[in-house]
């Protein structure tokens, strides 16, 4: 940083009964070496605490306040409502989930990065989840592309560099200019949002470990791989957006192949015997709120198929069932409403 003044940047926390670890999440914002922020704490009715942890802070540091929400709100309405706190000084600013947590150069390094490129209206940066690093970086050499090529990249190539909204810092201008931030009628909001936001600036990136991720069954995270709903989110995104940055022939290509992969999906998720209504329900919505709609003739060619693929090789069909089992019952399933991709096992002792 040079002798200018440092830029504001507004930190909001949406909370709801995180009692037990947010304690550690606004202890790792007071460890920021960057130190000109204002720190909001949205308490969301939480009926376990929390809101007596945020007010401990409140006496003791006068950038932290607390603010309460009137009524209960559901967890995307929540995060909308969260960053209309955001402080109108502000030139930056951004979200860290109530268990979860920064590193304490967190926002020096991202900081950093949009102040040398004014362009850039979006920074992201490595996390951790547990101990594994999350999603991929730019495959590029620069650390700043631009808007257009990042989304292009999401789309052609399923590259994605987004992230959490942990792991997100927004030039506070581009947030207040779409309100509501996040679409609450998409589970993967966060990710939307990145893309509309990035037809008009472009995007950074800090080749380090910013930021930490909790596993935590019944978050919505849990409910999300539940539902799987990863594949609708994709679909949304790109009907929504996929023209802005793409050419007709290949829209129509990503389409294609987008709504092949969901009917396989959903005809694998048919042979291993997965009934329930709700799962049926979200996505028939989906798809026909993707325009694309619901086909039960479809699904029965894709089911068709795979069990061809089954027959003709049995001994791979057990390995894949084997492997799907194993990561069904495993206590560590990769949680959050945005992608996680291109997972790396590290040991922790590494971040440090």
Known sequence: MNSRPLPLVSIVTPVYNEAKHLEECIESVLAQTYQNWDYTIVNNCS?????????????????????????????????????????????????????????????????????????????????????????????????????????????????????????????????????????????????????????????????QILTFKRLRPGSLGAVTEDIHTLLAGHLQSLVAHGRDFLDEAEFQRCLHRLVKEYYNFLAVTLMRGRRDKKFWEYHRRKLTEAGIGFSQARLARATLIRLGKALLNPNETADKLLKWWRGATSPHRSEGTTDARNTHKVEPATMA
């Open 47 to 207: 009926t376990d605490g929390s809101a007596d942890v945020a007010r401990m802070y409140v006496a003791r540091d006068p950038r932290i306040r607390i603010v309460e929400n009137p009524r209960f709100l559901r967890v995307v309405a929540s995060h909308n409502a969260a960053f209309r706190q955001i402080s109108p000084e502000c030139k930056y600013c951004k979200m860290i989930f109530g268990d979860d947590w920064i590193y304490p150069q967190c926002l020096e390094e991202m900081v950093a990065i949009a102040e040398q490129n004014p362009s850039v209206g979006i920074v992201g940066a490595y996390g951790l989840q547990e101990d594994e690093v999350m999603w991929a970086g730019l495959p590029y050499s620069s650390r700043v592309v631009s808007g257009r090529e990042v989304c292009r990249r999401l789309f052609l190539d399923e590259t994605y560099v987004f992230g959490t909204a942990t792991s997100i810092l927004f030039r506070a201008d581009l947030v207040r200019s779409m309100d509501p931030l996040y679409n609450e009628g998409n589970l993967h909001a966060d990710k939307e949002a990145c893309i509309a936001l990035l037809k008009s600036c472009d995007f950074g990136f800090v080749h």
